[in-house]
Structure formats: structure tokens, C-alpha cells
T-cell receptor
Framework: AQRVTQPEKLLSVFKGAPVELKCNYS??????LFWYVQYSRQRLQLLLR??SRESIKGFTADLNKGETSFHLKKPFAQEEDSAMYYC???????????FGQGTRLTINP | NAGVTQTPKFRILKIGQSMTLQCTQD?????MYWYRQDPGMGLKLIYY???????DKGEVPNGYNVSRSTTEDFPLRLELAAPSQTSVYFC?????????????FGEGSRLTVL
């Protein structure tokens, strides 16, 4: 069965510092990976997906099939990046997403 | 745009009571989901539906029931509430194309069972 692991429950960095939220997955096929974000008092929403290969709010994530990882990165963290981040996987053709445990990111001023 | 609407936002139940969490979406999405969010455990899928009249179990279905009589509504019923069901519940929907992976979430319903 597919599994998503986010090894850090909490991550705290200073404003302006680089940030990397780790995500590893286990799935033998061709997965589709996502990052979802939940800001304070807002609903959970899609941040980015690997097939788009886009940068959203300065965040990027590259799917590394060799290392089965999909880490989320931003070179210069901003205070408004403080939120709960979830990595999610959808196996090819499936209609369900499997979520990781989540990482709470805090950006200190 | 309302999107996905959940009610109630908060509820306290006594052990053994029953209740229904309501979820409705106005995007004509076929796919709908119920997740629970527990601290440090992430989101766990309870039940999902691929269309009206069709539902299926997720990872943690015990203690819950669902129905999908219309495309818009996907209520989650808790029978005989237990403290282990204290959680935040999220309803979500997804677009109809098989290639569409994005979920649209409701605001969540915080349930406490005492």
C-alpha cells in the first residue's frame, strides 16, 4: 500500500532563511504528488502539484523517483509562510489521496 | 462561490450519542470524501464516494456511516459516539476528470466526545 511520510512534525526557521519540508513516499508505480497547505483559520488548499512543475508563493518541489521524495523548498522564508503543510500522493488512476502526517512550519521574525 | 460547506463547525457529544455531519458542494463534483485530522496523525480517509449512490470505505471507517443520495450532499453519520472519535472532520470534493487530482476542502467540523 502507498504511504507518505513527513519526518518533521514541527519546523521552525527564521525569516529570510531557506526552508525545506521533507516528504518521502512508498509506491512502486507512477505516483502523482501534491503539497497542501492550511493557514491559520483557513481551509486546507492545494499549494502545488509535481506535474505542473511550477513555483507557487516562491515554493518549489521536485519529484525524485530514485529517492522517492518530494521535498518542498523555498529559498527565503516569509512570516506568512507559517502554516501546516501536508504532502499527499495519488497513485495513477486512483481517485483517493493519501496524506502524510503534516509538518507545522513556523517562521520566526 | 460557496464551494464545500460543512455543518456544524463545532459540536460536543456525550458518549453513546449519535449525530450527522453535513457536507454539501455546489461544484457538481462527482467525487466526495470524508477525512479526519488528528494531531500528529495527518488526514485519514474515512469514506469516499465516486458518485450519487456509490460509497466506499477508506482507511478508518469503523463507527461511521455515509450516504450519497444526491451529487451535492455527502453526510457522515456517527452512531454511538466514542471518545476516540474526537477529531476535526473535513469533507472534500474533487473534479470529475480522472486526471484531476486537486481536492477542495470544507472548513472542518471540530467534534468532541466526552
Amino acid at each position: 500500500a502507498q504511504r507518505v511520510t513527513q519526518p518533521e512534525k514541527l519546523l521552525s526557521v527564521f525569516k529570510g532563511a531557506p526552508v525545506e519540508l521533507k516528504c518521502n513516499y512508498s509506491y512502486s508505480g507512477s505516483p502523482e504528488l501534491f503539497w497542501y497547505v492550511q493557514y491559520s483559520r483557513q481551509r486546507l488548499q492545494l499549494l502545488l502539484r509535481h506535474i505542473s512543475r511550477e513555483s507557487i508563493k516562491g515554493f518549489t518541489a521536485d519529484l525524485n523517483k530514485g529517492e522517492t521524495s518530494f521535498h518542498l523548498k523555498k529559498p527565503f522564508a516569509q512570516e506568512e509562510d507559517s502554516a501546516m503543510y501536508y504532502c499527499a500522493l495519488r497513485k495513477g488512476g486512483a481517485q483517493k489521496l493519501v496524506f502524510g502526517q503534516g509538518t507545522r512550519l513556523t517562521i520566526n521574525p | 462561490n460557496a464551494g464545500v460547506t460543512q455543518t456544524p463547525k463545532f459540536r460536543i457529544l456525550k458518549i453513546g450519542q449519535s449525530m450527522t455531519l453535513q457536507c454539501t458542494q455546489d461544484m457538481n463534483h462527482n467525487y466526495m470524501y470524508w477525512y479526519r485530522q488528528d494531531p500528529g496523525m495527518g488526514l485519514k480517509l474515512i469514506y469516499y464516494s465516486v458518485g450519487a449512490g456509490i460509497t466506499d470505505k477508506g482507511e478508518v471507517p469503523n463507527g461511521y456511516n455515509v450516504s450519497r443520495s444526491t451529487t451535492e450532499d455527502f453526510p457522515l453519520r456517527l452512531e454511538l459516539a466514542a471518545p476516540s472519535q474526537t477529531s476535526v472532520y473535513f469533507c472534500a470534493s474533487k473534479g470529475n476528470g480522472r486526471a484531476t487530482g486537486e481536492l477542495f476542502f470544507g472548513e472542518g467540523s471540530r467534534l468532541t466526545v466526552l
